[in-house]
């Protein structure tokens, strides 16, 4: 067995675990039981694993919050319930990816494979449960469910052959999958926009909160794909967020 070791400098681990810009907070080495312990040390994976986790005690919480609140009915529980598993299938994948990196080449590729092909098989269930109340029509909401069903299965594809480096491939491929998801909550900002002009004539008057919100969420979704790939902001303070950067692109 390998000793996991920890707090290490970039220039102390090989190329294959190294992040541009991230400086130290690095680990190498370990077996799959003294990498899962590290979930409770800080590092520059850690914030990563958490917020994964607490991502899921929330969905968790939010989703016994519908059903014993609202009380939905027939199918009208299928997109919480979708809501709910695009998280917490994805989260065992990414939070494994993140902390057992470590130990070889190999088992960050495996890790690193499973938890992109997840993050695009989630798009797939949140475009279904965004769509589900926005679109009037079911066929409209399967049509836009199959359509990135095939984006995101030609993703899963193409990331069996990406190598780590690709990270600019990944976020487009992530980015276009996205678009299932983010189209219905614009749609629903525009409509809820008409309709709130319609009866009330007075709102037509100052900032329109519903247009503004049409705007922000494509605009985050590309600014934030923007940001990623340029590295910001460990770009302009090398060594200085290595530990919490990740948090910092989790809250975006």
């Not at 609140?69 to 319930?81: A, E, N, Q, S, T």
């Not at 079911?138 to 836009?144: G, P, V």
């Not at 007075?202 to 790939?229: C, F, N, Q, T």
Request: charged fraction near 15%; aromatic fraction near 12%.
């Amino acid at each position: 067995m390998v000793d996991l070791r920890t707090n290490l400098l970039v220039h102390e681990v090989p190329e294959w675990l190294r992040f541009p810009f991230i400086l130290g907070g690095y680990r190498m080495g370990g077996d799959f039981s003294t990498c899962a312990r590290s979930l409770f040390h800080l590092h520059n994976e850690a914030l990563n694993a958490w917020t994964m986790l607490l991502g899921s005690v929330l969905s968790t919480a939010s989703l016994i919050f519908v059903l014993t609140v609202y009380h939905p009915r027939g199918i009208d529980v299928l997109p919480f319930i979708f809501f709910w598993t695009s998280f917490v299938t994805h989260a065992p994948f990414s939070i494994c990816y993140h902390l057992m990196m470590p130990i070889s080449p190999a088992v960050c590729d495996v890790w690193r494979r499973l938890d992109q092909s997840f993050i695009l098989i989630m798009s797939v269930q949140l475009t279904f449960s965004m769509s589900f109340f926005v679109y009037p029509r079911m066929w409209q909401t399967l049509l836009a469910t199959l359509l990135v069903s095939m984006v995101s299965a030609r993703g899963i594809c193409m990331v069996q052959q990406l190598t780590a480096d690709q990270r600019g491939k990944v976020t487009r491929l992530v980015g276009v999958s996205a678009l299932g998801y983010y189209v219905p909550i614009v749609v629903r900002a525009i409509l809820d926009s008409r309709r709130r002009r319609d009866i009330d004539i007075d709102s037509r008057r100052g900032l329109d909160i519903d247009i503004v919100a049409a705007v922000v969420v494509p605009a985050s979704l590309a600014g934030g794909a923007l940001l990623y790939e340029c590295h910001v902001p460990e770009r302009f303070f090398p060594g200085k967020v290595d530990r919490i950067v990740s948090l910092y692109f989790r809250t975006i």
